[in-house]
């Protein structure tokens, strides 16, 4: 049985038009799930609506995000039964969402392939069968046919701990939360940046999406955790757009401190984002092995003070000039790479 | 709370130099008067589009390079400004423009690839953050091979690349060693014919490429300038 995230808070809208933002939230035992989704223009948003699934009697999960490439898949694709044209990038998104449940259902429920190879096949078949009603014009290397980046975390727990797979292509990422120390990078970007600072100062392109129209490739990075974890996948929305890696761990840590439950820690996690953020932004995120939240949050009680308390919320002021921020950029990384690549897959040759 | 956020925001500014190479041969007189009509309110309309996308502009220049035909007539092929900052200098961008006069050129093709290679070598910023470097490319012919017509003229640029396996070193690929583009930072908007070396040498084969086709001879009368900047947008 899959079991679908449930809605916390819906905004007050009693009629159109959409809302700009959704949080989910569910709890199984041992397992603490949410998801949050915001958009800066309802209904023309990028990213797809997270995806959280978990399949009680193989224990089995499932956390993917999604973000169609507007650049690259910015021609109209499809015109909605409601009159919207919407754009390469925003279906392309869906059905990758679609993909992967479809993938994820099947191995759990139908015993099909758990492989990298069959979920590929799943986008493929899926995106090959897209509706593609508004065609464009445009051509050339830059353009993509329905583009999307994915970020998905496969988990699987048992007495043992948490056996988890990351798989992505694009800019989305996962990571893993740990109560000593910290957030981890499980996963690496494809572009041609190797180094994270300068992802967030200079915003590369991808070298490789999920599209209809020509090869793409999914990476895997596999592990396993015996201890207490969280795992979560989010666009670039939620991490993209901080001075340094280390403040999207201020925000997870900050919002976790201030919660009640995990429906407030989504919605907390949501308010603070959306503000600051100039992308859709969307996160899924589960913890496991904790009895309930309040054992969650006191486990990260002295990750939040070392972090949130340290050096990583001290910008410089604008009077202080650009090169003072980047030289205050420069060290904080530095102190804080080597935690944060501790489980991130090697650069690619 | 809004201090406390505002820890968190970082810098989404983009930093864009933007370098149009216009055919300016009498059939293009079209695009030319949409260029000098909108030239006032380039940097207004672009900040619009970007800022619909959520993204703001830190820093704006351009550049104009138009070309002729240096086998028609090697004295007028390649007119150029110096990189320009928008506003501060529009007097200057909007002087250029109006006074570019869509003539001559002769029979097709046209020295597209020679603006393109000036393009390429252009004095790009290099020190501020997310960096954008856009060619656009505005031409309703082909383009004769590089250094072959009128290569022996006085006003052929002297540094350019020979040959277009040589341009397209200059413009790089991944983990290339003798780009002059910066990876990161360049994209190249085509709004030419489907024809060579447009379509498949450029329009496929070079990376970060955006091509709308356009009929050859016909000046590019079917581009608005609102798609026209929708489409640099799309591309930052």
Known sequence: MII?????????????????????????????????????????????????????????????????????????????????????????????????????QGVVAAKEPDTIERLTYCLRALLAAAPTSARSKVTGSMRRLLPTTMAAVRYRTGDEGVRWQAVWAGDSRSYALLPGSGLHALTRDDAHEDDTLELLRQDPPMTNVICADRPFELSVHEGEFREPCVLLAATDGFFGYVHTPAQFECVLLDT????????????????????????????????????????????????????????????????????AVRRWQDRTWQSYRHGYERFMPGVRE | MTTELEKYHGNLQYAVDIVMCIDATGSMNPVLDIVKNSSLQFHQRLGEVMARKSKEISQLRLKVIAFRDFGDDPSDAIEQTDFLRLPQQVGEFEKFVRGLRATGGGDIPESGLEALALAINAPWETGLDRRRHVIVMFTDAPAHPLGTVGASAQTYPRDIPRSMDDLFEQWGYARSQTAVMEQSAKRLVLFAPEEEPWKEAIGEEWDLTLHFPSRAGEGLEEFEMDEIIETIANSL
């Open chain 1, 4 to 104: 679908p995230p449930k809605p916390t808070r819906v905004p007050d809208h009693s009629a159109p038009p959409p809302p700009d933002h959704l949080t989910w939230s569910a709890v199984h035992g041992r397992l603490q799930s949410l998801a949050v989704w915001t958009e800066r223009r309802p209904g023309h948003g990028e990213d797809a609506e997270p995806l959280a699934a978990y399949h009680r009697p193989t224990e089995n999960g499932l956390l993917a995000v999604f973000d169609g490439s507007g650049g690259s898949g910015a021609a109209p694709a499809w015109n909605a039964p409601d009159g919207a044209t919407h754009t390469g990038a925003w279906v392309g998104a869906r059905i990758a969402r679609l993909a992967a449940e479809c993938w994820f």
């Open chain 1, 256 to 323: 976790l401190t201030r919660s009640e439950s995990v429906g407030d820690w989504a919605d907390r996690l949501r308010r603070a984002i959306q503000p600051v953020t100039a992308d859709d932004a969307s996160l899924s995120l589960v913890a496991l092995g904790f009895a309930d939240f309040a054992q969650l949050r006191a486990a990260f009680a002295g990750r939040h003070d070392s972090v949130v308390g340290g050096e990583y919320l001290d910008v410089p002021s604008a009077a202080d000039g650009p090169d």
